[in-house]
């Protein structure tokens, strides 16, 4: 599938300073990807019909940014996104963010393995210099 930037955007109605990328086709919505550091919680924007682009902020700047993760599958009516170690769910029927849950006890989120039964599976750094460990947490209610 080709995609391109929706007209809106490449004329314009749509500042691109911090344009990212293409974030996810999930059940034919097109998601984009910026980063904006003014804001705490993630937003999502329509731009047309079927496109939107996410705000998400870069809120720990010495990360990398390639510790957002993302699990999008059109059999999963949410959109999970991780940075650092808070995870963004994206309800798709709604198009709104739920609540941000954090996880304590590591560096970050490091990769989404799933979400099962209400569980989710992630693979969680203690730091820059250690390797992954495996966990899983239960989700509330509405997250899954």
Not at 44 to 55: G, L, M, S, Y
Not at 58 to 87: G, H, Q, V, W
Request: hydrophobic share 40%; glycine share 6%; net charge neutral.
């Amino acid at each position: 599938t080709i995609v391109t930037l929706p007209k809106k955007i490449k004329e314009g109605g749509w500042s691109c300073r911090n344009w990212e990328s293409l974030l996810t086709i999930h059940r034919e919505k097109t998601i984009f990807l910026t980063i904006n550091d003014a804001i705490t919680s993630p937003a999502i924007h329509k731009i047309e019909e079927d496109t939107f682009i996410i705000d998400i902020s870069n809120n720990i700047p010495l990360l990398p940014k390639t510790y957002l993760e993302t699990l999008a599958k059109d059999t999963y009516k949410f959109i999970y996104l991780s940075r650092n170690n808070s995870l963004y769910t994206l309800n798709t029927d709604t198009m709104e963010f739920l609540p941000d849950l954090s996880f304590s006890g590591f560096y970050a989120i490091s990769e989404i393995i799933g979400v099962h039964g209400g569980m989710v599976t992630v693979i969680g750094k203690e730091s820059r210099l250690h390797r992954g460990v495996m966990m899983t947490a239960r989700l509330p209610d509405g997250y899954y």
